[in-house]
Structures are given as structure tokens and as C-alpha cells.
């Protein structure tokens, strides 16, 4: 039970270029939106997160868009570089008697090209 | 670096057999998570541990354990190892089990079955 789809699972961008990972979720229940950046051979880094009652954060050239109708939330990569290249992974977080679980999306594998 | 340390590294053992894998949370950091990350099944919550009391529970066989120590430490226990078990095992660690999106990763251990 897949509870956040992410898409794609690849891409490949230009320098320079704008690079969009998208993200569904199902539970209206979730509370808290952050994304994960890894790097071969490390493990995820929390990179940028958003509450749904905020339709966009911004830090850097990462921008993160949540649409709350839709369940829906993207990040954006503003001028990728090749040091951005790595696996990003949306997740979703949820209270539960003061204990919040984590689900995590597929990941997608980022690969920026000069 | 984020502060959490796992070991062994790499681990590679026969199918049938048992290994335990360590994790040394932040400094101050009283919840652990463990997180199994394979290529088709992206990044799966195992199990949760705050201040040496199991919290959450995800995906986590029946073969697999673990627990915390009073020290905060980490170990998960897997036994009766099948190929399929070959994965990366991460663990994480966050200060407040409330704010559980807030993760910080250790390096992994690398598991492979044969």
C-alpha cells in the first residue's frame, strides 16, 4: 500500500535548468510534508518540508508547491547543477498520539548533466 | 556528517544466519528508527524506539527485532537470513518523537545475503 506516489523515478536534466519531482498522497490525515535528499553512499538528508497549510516554501533554489485540494506537492529545482545530482524522496508524516510515523515516496534517481 | 553512526559497514553473510547491526543515535537525540532501503521497495520504516520504549511499527518481519538500549543505542537483529533480505539498513535519529519528519540519517549498512 503505496500511501505516496512519487514520479518520476528518473530524470535527467540540463545545467541550468528547472528540475520537478511530483508527489500524491491519499491520507488527508498527514501533517507534514518534507523532502529527502541522498547521495550515493550516504544515507537521506532532510533537505526542505512544508505544512499543508502553506502552498509554497522556498529555500535556495529549492521551492516546494502544495496544492491541498489536489493532495498533491512537487519540488522545484531552480538552475540544477551537477552537484544536485542524487535521489530525492518525498515523504509524508503524520501524528498518532503524539508519535508521528514517516512514509516515505519511491525516490527519484536526479541526474544533471552539464 | 549527521551525527549517527552505524556498523558494521558491509555485511555479507550466508542465508539462515543471524546478524545484528548497531546504531549510535545523535548526542541527545532519544528516538531511533530503523529503515530498510531496497532498489524495488524504496526507502520502508521497520520500527520506531523512544528512550528504550518500541513506539511504531512498520513493515518489520517476524525474523527481525530490535531494541534500545539506556545508553540510546540501537541494534536490529535479523535472523534466519533469506536473499531477499539484502538491503541497506539505515537508522535514523530525531530529538522529539513529535517531530518525527525531522530525521537525521546514519551512513547505512550494507547487507548482502548469499
Known amino acids: 500500500q503505496q500511501q505516496v506516489k512519487q514520479s518520476p523515478q528518473s530524470l535527467i536534466v540540463q545545467k541550468g535548468g528547472i528540475s520537478i519531482i511530483n508527489c500524491a498522497y491519499e491520507?488527508?490525515?498527514?501533517?507534514?510534508f518534507p523532502w529527502y535528499q541522498q547521495f550515493p553512499g550516504k544515507g537521506p538528508a532532510l533537505l526542505i518540508a512544508?505544512?499543508?497549510?502553506?502552498s509554497e516554501k522556498k529555500e535556495g533554489r529549492f521551492t516546494i508547491s502544495f496544492n491541498k485540494s489536489a493532495k498533491q506537492f512537487s519540488l522545484h529545482i531552480m538552475d540544477s547543477q551537477p552537484g544536485d545530482s542524487a535521489t530525492y524522496f518525498c515523504?509524508?508524516?503524520?501524528?498518532?498520539?503524539?508519535?508521528?510515523?514517516?512514509?516515505f515516496g519511491i525516490g527519484t534517481k536526479l541526474q544533471v548533466i552539464p | 556528517d549527521s551525527g549517527v553512526t552505524q556498523t558494521p559497514k558491509h555485511l555479507i553473510t550466508a542465508t539462515g544466519q543471524r546478524v545484528t547491526l548497531r546504531c549510535s543515535p545523535r548526542?541527545?537525540?532519544?528516538?531511533v528508527y530503523w529503515y530498510q532501503q531496497s532498489l524495488d521497495q524504496g526507502l520502508q520504516f521497520l520500527i520506531q524506539?523512544?528512550?528504550?520504549?518500541?513506539?511504531a511499527k512498520g513493515n518489520i518481519l517476524e525474523r527481525f527485532s530490535a531494541q534500545q538500549f539506556p545508553d540510546l543505542h540501537s541494534e536490529l537483529n535479523l535472523s534466519s537470513l533469506e536473499l531477499g533480505d539484502s538491503a541497506l539498513y539505515f537508522c535514523?535519529?530525531?530529538?522529539?518523537?513529535?517531530?518525527?519528519?525531522?530525521?537525521?540519517f546514519g551512513p547505512g549498512t550494507r547487507l548482502t545475503v548469499t
Open positions: 491520507n488527508t490525515a498527514f501533517d507534514y
Open positions: 535514523a535519529s530525531s530529538p522529539r518523537p513529535d517531530i518525527t519528519y525531522e530525521q537525521y
Open positions: 548526542s541527545g537525540d532519544l528516538s
Open positions: 515523504a509524508a508524516s503524520k501524528g498518532s498520539g503524539g508519535y508521528q510515523k514517516v512514509t
Open positions: 524506539y523512544y528512550n528504550g520504549e518500541e513506539r
Open positions: 512544508i505544512r499543508p497549510d502553506v
